[in-house]
């Protein structure tokens, strides 16, 4: 498994905006699907996903302000954050996945590769 490194956090005000990456390209073809979590007082959630087929999902909390992408030339995993709140700081993690498995698409478990975590604080 090839390790994972987000970068890009940082501190910004309310409504500013932020994008993390995480390079992936240890994990290239079909056979994965990629997300990010956010770690918020010891809980780890998961917002947003991408499949083999670049369908995406968003958690509730962050749908139409968050956007996950990949860039195929660099391989680079992207979690552009627009309209940031003070609730959305937290520590961020990339994961990769397999492409097919029991547990669902925001469930940690489901993830075999995990970043170190990069730190967004947004300030009222």
């Known amino acids: 498994q090839v390790p994972l490194v987000e970068s890009g956090g940082g501190s910004v005000q309310s409504g500013g905006s932020l994008r993390l990456s995480c390079p992936v390209s240890?994990?290239?073809?079909?056979?994965?699907?990629m997300a990010w979590f956010r770690q918020i007082a010891g809980e780890r959630e998961g917002i947003a996903t991408l499949?083999?087929?670049?369908?995406?999902n968003y958690d509730g909390s962050v749908k139409g302000r968050f956007t996950i992408s990949l860039d195929s030339a660099t391989k680079i995993l992207y979690l552009q954050m627009n309209s940031l709140k003070p609730d959305d700081t937290a520590v961020y993690y990339c994961?990769?996945?397999?492409?097919?498995?029991?547990?669902?698409?925001?469930?940690?478990?489901?993830?075999?590769?995990w970043g170190q975590g990069t730190q967004v604080t947004v300030s009222a």
């Open positions: 240890g994990y290239t073809g079909t056979t994965y699907v």
């Open positions: 499949g083999s087929t670049r369908s995406t």
């Open positions: 994961a990769v996945g397999p492409k097919y498995s029991s547990y669902s698409i925001f469930d940690q478990r489901r993830y075999t590769s």
